[in-house]
């Protein structure tokens, strides 16, 4: 019998949190969640409370740290309530869990994933911006605090259980696979008047706001690409992407003796969380197998980096280095947030990136305070580049 896993979900409220909260209550001998956090929905906190009881609920903000509290009093349940960041990061790496399932969403969410990894957890790891923002920093950490990494990501789960660790050195390169997004096949002018509705509509995945509009745009490609960088130690030309609209092949692995190792499954993150929790072993899901007969074929196709020219903006700021991709990174949740307020169109989002990349040319990095530096100068930079464009 597996001794009892305690778990702390961050982002508990979001998509990933609520396919990891399923998981969860399939197992109830073998996974518990201890701690829930979420931005600022106390209602969908407290309705989460309510079904799992874990002995922490936090949310970010801190305004809403009265209605959390009066709300698990009035639910009669054990759970303390606590608000603000640094109450979850402390949450993230201390006794009350073992594991930590890093799901908020964009460099919010570093703080929390770094202090889970210098604390030695499991850490399965959702936020993918944390990586982007300061993969080299939390790999450290990782190793320094005897973390073990689990990516979430499907592609680089697919590639973790792909790739044994003794055989890291006789890879040859890496292909992730892309689903192509809501508009693979539109070319440039089709895009210019693409809506925010239309953008967060996937085809395949049933995800946030956020990295829907990162699918629509191919940034969430670009930000694989860096965040398989840190995780597999490979240099951005042993890494390539390849659309695939069916989204079942997750990935592929090739070795330097030609074969070709590739994880497959539906879509549904319900799996990777599973690998997290259970590796080495295999757990239940939830997520039915696949019928390649029902499913006919599998389709793959180069990614079109002239209508989508955030996977390239991507590439280039992993091979410049430095401050560049969380120069990259911030400016694009601010091109993402501004276009789903409706305040920028869809083809300004790469626009914007690209204009914050070279406005803010790349600077060595060593530390977290200038990769967090770097990050608040490209989101002012970025900021003023959308209000220019919102004026115009
Ligand atoms: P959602 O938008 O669905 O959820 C985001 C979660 O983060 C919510 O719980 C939200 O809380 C919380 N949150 C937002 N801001 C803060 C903050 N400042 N402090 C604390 N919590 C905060 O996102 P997803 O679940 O789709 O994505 C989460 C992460 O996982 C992202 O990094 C994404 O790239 C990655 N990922 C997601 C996949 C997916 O299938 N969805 C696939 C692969 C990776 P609240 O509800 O209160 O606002
Ligand atoms: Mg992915």
Redesign the pocket.
Known sequence: MPSLQSVTV??????????ALDVIARHPGRLRASVL??????D??LALCRAHRPDHA????PD?YPALRDGLAAAGLPTQAHAG?DA?TDLAAGDACQTVV?????A??LD?TLAAARAGKRLLL?????LVLAGELLMAAARDGGACIVP???EHNAIFQCLPAEATADLRRIVLTASGGPFRGHDRTQLADVTPAQAIAHPK????????V?SATLM?KG?EVIEAHHLFGLPGERIDVLVHPQSLVHSLVEFIDGSTLAQLGLPD?RT?LAVGFGWPRRIESGVAGLDLLAHGRLDFEPPDTVAFPCLRLAYAALEAGGTAPATLNAANEVAVSSFLQGRIGFLSIPALVEQTLAALPAAPAASLDALRDADIRARECATQLSSRITAT
């Open positions: 961050l982002g508990a409220t979001g998509s990933i949190g609520t396919s956090a979420a931005g600022r929905n106390v969908a906190l936090a949310i970010a903000d809403g960041m979850i890093a799901a908020i969403v964009g919010a969410g929390s959702a936020n993918k911006e944390s979430i990501d499907s995945w049933s995800m946030g706001p956020k990295i829907s990162d969430n930000l993150m990777a």
